[in-house]
């Protein structure tokens, strides 16, 4: 799977909205971009994919951009139950796909009150 | 639906012990993954199963091992517990495993080796 650059942290304020970006310069036509996030001591949890086109979600919209070089994970009203590490994971729709995801470092998503 | 589901929650274990981590899941997903997440770090995939009686390593298989004897289960077996090994442990499974398939994580394990 191609390689997923992320900051390493972020800080939002309540109730505003959020703009995760991910750079991924190298993806392949067939790479699905996902975004799942963690919240603290628990499992990893999806949150959105897309291919080619923006999508939205009753957690989150995901903004792709036209050269499908980079994407923003969009959380409209963001709430303190947001805080977590989000991680931007890209998977070939064309393997099998049998062996897992790839997890980077994340972005640690701070939010104030 | 539970989904995915892991016991223990938490174990400590002396060097040299052995012990089996569970997974069970009730959503009749054939692909299931073990990942081990060290502190600060994202997951790394230590074996998977694409069905019963099929399994593979993945990143980081040493020291480890699994079997899939029905579609539910899918244990992973610690046979000589090292310091290294002290970890928090994420079993998922997925229905296929398709690009555009979501993975459903446990809520993990964590796991002290002294």
Redesign the interface.
């Known amino acids: 799977d191609a390689k997923t650059t992320q900051p390493n942290s972020m800080e939002s304020n309540e109730e505003e909205p959020v703009h995760l970006p991910c750079n991924h310069s190298t993806i392949s036509g067939t790479d699905y971009i996902h975004w799942y996030r963690q919240l603290p001591s628990q499992g990893p949890e999806y949150v959105i994919h897309g291919l080619t086109s923006n999508v939205n979600n009753r957690m989150a919209s995901l903004a792709i951009a036209e050269d499908r070089k980079s994407s923003t994970l969009i959380l409209h009203r963001a709430t303190l139950r947001d805080a977590a590490v989000y991680y931007c994971i890209l998977r070939d729709g064309a393997g099998g796909g049998a062996d897992g995801l790839t997890f980077g470092k994340g972005t640690h998503l701070i939010i104030q009150p | 639906n539970a989904g ?1 589901t892991q016991t223990p929650k938490f174990r400590i274990l002396k060097i040299g012990q052995s012990m089996t981590l569970q997974c069970t899941q009730d959503m009749n997903h054939n ?1 299931m ?1 073990w ?1 081990r997440q060290d502190p ?6 230590i074996y ?1 199963s ?1 069905g019963a009686g099929i399994t ?1 390593k ?1 990143e980081v298989p040493n020291g480890y091992n699994v079997s899939r004897s029905t579609t539910e289960d899918f244990p992973l077996r610690l046979e000589l517990a090292a310091p290294s090994q002290t970890s928090v442990y ?1 079993c ?1 499974s997925s229905a ?13 394990t964590r796991l002290l080796v002294l």
Request: avoid cysteine; aromatic fraction near 24%; glycine fraction near 24%.
């Open positions: 995915v692909y993954y990942y600060g770090m994202g997951l790394k995939l998977y694409v593979d993945g994420f998922a296929s495993g398709a690009g555009v398939e979501t993975q459903y994580f446990g809520p993990g």
